[in-house]
Each structure stands twice: as structure tokens, then as C-alpha cells.
């Protein structure tokens, strides 16, 4: 199994932007679909973004119209781009691809606090 790590959270306040990135810890990296979760506060985890190997990208309703979802793959990164942050939005960030998440295997993951 290949692990990704994720990067670029931080501390914004409300209506600000920030992107995360998520990289291969080993050589290979997925050509296939590719997961953005997020898990705030005595919270369950939820589905945040996808993109499939073909670039189709699917979206939470909360955040819809504010995330981007976007992989380069010459740089073997995936990427969120986050705008309009809301309070809402605070929660630490998790990428992960499909193989990863069956068998339940998450990494450190990145924090994203938002600020009223």
C-alpha cells in the first residue's frame, strides 16, 4: 500500500483561502480515483472531494462551490483548494485512495482551523 501525506493546513479566520496538498510517501503514486475526508471535533469522518483516474470530480453538498479538487500528475500530488473557509470547515483534512480507505488506513492528516 502506498501512504500519502497531507500538507498546508493552518489557522485562517472566516471568508479566507488555503490549499492543500497531498503527496506519495513512496515511489509509486495512484492513477486512480484519489479521496479528500475530514474529521471535525467528536465528529464521524466524512467525504469531502473525489477525483476519478479520468478527472471527474465529485463534491459534499457543504462544499460545493467553495472546494476545487485537482491531481498533477507530474508532480504525483493531489491538491484541495479551499475558498470562502468557513467555521464549519475546521476539521483535520485526510487524502487517501480507494485501497487505502477499505481497509481503513489513514494517515496523520493536515489541520485546518477556521476562525470566526
Known amino acids: 500500500q502506498v501512504q500519502f501525506v497531507e500538507s498546508g493546513g493552518g489557522l485562517v479566520q472566516a471568508g479566507e483561502s488555503l490549499r492543500l496538498s497531498c503527496a506519495a510517501s513512496?515511489?509509486?503514486?495512484?492513477?486512480?480515483?484519489m479521496y479528500w475526508y475530514r474529521q471535525g471535533p467528536g465528529k464521524q469522518r466524512e467525504f469531502v472531494a473525489m477525483?476519478?483516474?479520468?478527472?471527474?470530480?465529485t463534491y459534499a453538498d457543504s462544499v460545493k462551490g467553495r472546494f476545487t479538487i485537482s491531481r498533477d500528475t507530474a508532480k504525483n500530488t493531489v491538491y484541495l483548494q479551499m475558498n470562502s473557509l468557513k467555521p464549519e470547515d475546521t476539521a483535520v483534512y485526510y487524502c487517501?485512495?480507494?485501497?487505502?480507505?477499505?481497509?481503513?488506513?489513514w494517515g496523520q492528516g493536515t489541520q485546518v482551523t477556521v476562525s470566526s
Open positions: 487517501n485512495p480507494i485501497e487505502n480507505i477499505r481497509q481503513n488506513d
Open positions: 513512496g515511489r509509486t503514486f495512484s492513477t486512480g480515483a
Open positions: 477525483i476519478s483516474g479520468g478527472g471527474r470530480t
